[in-house]
């Protein structure tokens, strides 16, 4: 036990800014967030994440956001186990057929305003596996998007970005 | 020794080919009614099965084929056959190796060939709402247009009997991972049968390929498996350099194999951090995600991408490193080494964590061997199967790898595993840092002749990568088969959950860690 205290308070807070070309950007834009979550949703951003067919890259990146130098939650924004609780969809592509009608029920389970954030090149587009007998293309194949992260993947700088741009474009 | 034993079972039956490169892998047709003695000759051999595919192969102005590959030590030997068009049959080859219940049943759902004396032919990965006559590999069937739904019902395995319950989860799943359905048969909490089902992530990986030029094939084989996209790339990159035969520079070899390194080290971290936290102690987790993003970071500075994704090609790579990239990535190899040293302690002394980690989920070596399974899982579980080893590819033939076989496969065997295999990449990448040779990065690739094809076989971070590619009258892509280790050690889950307890199924299934679109495709 000892050794384990030891570690966390040597670590200390690793939490920090993000990187410094686009800080500025991230300060305001942080700023901004903090305020349209306080004001949209009482501090607190659900999302509930979806992968309809993605190679996992997106996923990896996705979990970035969550570890402790990005930490998403400082922003109010939490991760939910059920569509159910979210109020945003954070969906990455492309849509495979065998996941289109899972995709669409998660879609039904979630109460308004169900923001859709489609991410990566596949779930804008298709990206490299396009359309096909097995791949339908884009997310806004199948449900409506209101805000796309391009990426192959999308870095956790370019996820934060796309959360917020989704947050604060809505009234 | 694999030639031999064909040879003695089969004699002038087997005939072998030298259009199939590197010549090294030895490939043979032999007469459909043959093919089950063939599978005979290897298990005693003692070989183990490590894929089985079909092609279709009409362009060539034949049938179709089915390929079965079989591997023991450093040798791989494929056996071909020839399956007519008008009777599309061919003898299964489940009874003798268990794997091939997944791969026929495979064949059977995407190329429309029955496994005759297969005793399960529900479609896999094909669902039960797509067109009976939808068969994506064949070269008949247009994949450009999306297909109808029909009406089916897929037939789930049924344990019966007093306070026997069945729990449905997935295809989406609680946390963010990728999306496959498991349905368990518990009494009590104690689970017993876990029946997989995949396929949710299909998106015609395989049938894409065709459409794609050789060049252009590797960008989608780094997407494959996201988490795995290097390995994916080198071994595609190497059957087509084996198919074209061609020799890439000496430094791109060693360049491939720094980012080989440390795409196992970083998924590795993540991992076992991840089941750590599903053992409920996220202190580790967090931990651990702190490193596995400093080595992201460093990436992307010095290769330009977090994940060194399209960095290899055929014929080479396209990034480079020089003194100073050389300097921080040594420099961050030492901050690594000393932290992670630290958390293996805390990982080593915390007896809660301990209590959940010994016992769970064990996968006996028995089984392990039974099921051909391969990489971490197989290395957890007494095999010592690595291809860096067993048919080490350059530069791996240059220096010593020494990999880790634990035998409990148990979930803290599998994280044991793991924090070996950190600590020889991590001397590994010094030793390549130190010893990478001069040179340029890539070389032009000729176009392969028609009707070659070509194999390779890299260890990926979860295990062995194969690779084959197949040229098309015109040289092109005539078939790309694709097998990620998930495609065999998905089974080992399946064998290795009954007898535990439904809460430690998360716990389980972390340990194994498998992609489902690498085996979806």
């Known amino acids: ?171 | 020794m694999l030639k031999e034993a064909i040879d003695n079972v089969l004699g002038t039956a087997a005939a072998y080919t030298e259009r199939q490169f590197p010549q090294s892998v030895v490939s043979c047709t032999v007469p459909r009614e043959r093919f089950v003695d063939a599978a005979k000759a290897m298990k005693k051999a003692y070989a183990l099965l490590a894929a089985e595919w079909a092609s279709d192969e009409t362009p060539f102005g034949g049938g179709f084929a089915v390929y079965a590959c079989y591997r023991w030590g450093s040798e791989y030997l494929i056996v071909r056959t020839e399956v007519p068009v008008d009777d599309p049959t061919f003898p299964s080859l489940t009874k003798k190796y268990v794997p091939a219940y997944r791969f026929e049943r495979q064949i059977h759902s995407l190329m429309g060939l029955v496994p005759a004396g297969h005793p399960d032919l529900r479609p896999w990965i094909k669902f039960e709402d797509w067109p009976q006559e939808a068969y994506p590999l064949r070269k008949t069937f247009d994949a450009s247009k999306p297909m109808l739904r029909v009406n089916g019902e897929y037939q789930w395995a049924r344990a019966e009997g007093e306070g026997v319950y069945e729990i449905p989860v997935g295809p989406v799943h609680a946390g963010i991972i990728e999306p496959g359905h498991f349905r368990f048969q518990a009494v009590g909490e104690m689970i017993v049968n876990l029946e997989e089902r995949l396929g949710y992530v299909h998106k015609g990986i395989e049938k894409r390929f065709e459409s794609f030029s050789w060049q252009d094939g590797v960008r989608l084989a780094g997407r494959v498996s996201g988490d795995t996209t290097v390995a994916h790339s080198i071994a595609y990159s190497m059957a087509v350099e084996a198919i074209a035969q061609c020799d890439i520079p000496e430094r791109a070899h060693w360049l491939r194999a720094l980012f080989l390194e440390r795409e196992r080290i970083a998924n590795h971290l993540g991992d076992i951090g991840a089941i750590c936290n599903d053992a409920a102690f996220a202190f580790m987790l967090y931990q651990m995600m702190r490193l596995k993003e400093m080595l992201l970071r460093t990436n992307l500075k010095l290769f330009g991408h977090r994940f060194i994704m399209d960095r290899v090609i055929p014929g080479g790579v396209t990034a480079d490193i020089d003194e100073n990239g050389k300097k921080e990535i040594l420099k961050e190899l030492n901050l690594l080494s000393k932290e992670f040293e630290r958390l293996v302690n805390i990982y080593d002394e915390n007896s809660s964590l301990e209590d959940r980690v010994r016992d769970a989920g064990i996968l006996i070596p028995e089984r392990a061997r039974e099921l051909c399974t391969v990489g971490i899982v197989a290395r957890a579980s007494g095999l010592n199967l690595d291809c860096r080893l067993q048919n080490p590819f350059p530069p791996y033939d240059r220096f010593e790898v020494n990999v880790p076989v634990l035998i409990s496969g148990d979930v803290h065997a599998r994280v044991w595993a793991r924090v070996e295999e950190i600590r020889e990449s991590i001397r590994i990448i010094r030793f390549i840092l130190e010893n990478i040779p001069d040179g340029s990065l890539s070389v032009n690739i000729a176009k392969p002749s028609p009707d070659t094809s070509g194999f390779a076989a890299v260890e990926g971070w979860r295990g062995e990568i194969i690779y084959w590619v197949q040229a098309g009258p015109r040289g092109e892509i005539n078939r790309c088969m694709v097998r990620d280790p998930s495609s065999v050690n998905w089974l080992g889950l399946e064998q290795a959950i009954p007898n535990n307890i439904v809460p430690d199924f998360p716990l389980c299934n972390k340990s194994f860690n498998q992609s489902y679109s690498g085996h979806d495709l």
């Open chain 1, 1 to 171: 036990m000892i050794r384990i205290l030891h570690q966390i308070f040597r670590t200390g807070i690793v939490t920090e800014p993000l990187p410094a070309v686009i800080e500025e950007e991230i300060i305001v834009i942080g700023a901004k967030l903090e305020e349209a979550i306080k004001r949209r949703f009482r501090g607190s951003l659900t999302i509930r994440e979806v992968d309809a067919g993605s190679c996992n890259g997106c996923e990896l990146e996705i979990h970035a956001i969550n570890n402790p130098i990005y930490n998403c939650e400082r922003f109010g924004i939490h991760f939910t186990a059920s569509p159910r609780f979210a109020d945003m969809l954070l969906v990455t592509g492309p849509v495979s057929r065998n996941m289109e009608i899972a995709l669409r029920r998660t879609y039904n389970a979630t109460p308004p305003p169900k923001l859709v954030v489609a991410v990566g090149d596949c779930g804008c587009n298709g990206g490299i596996f396009g359309e096909s007998y097995a791949s339908l293309g884009g997310i806004d194949k199948v449900i409506p998007v209101d805000v796309y992260i391009p990426g192959c993947p999308p870095t956790p700088t370019a996820l934060l970005k796309g959360i917020l741009r989704a947050v604060d474009r809505n009234p």
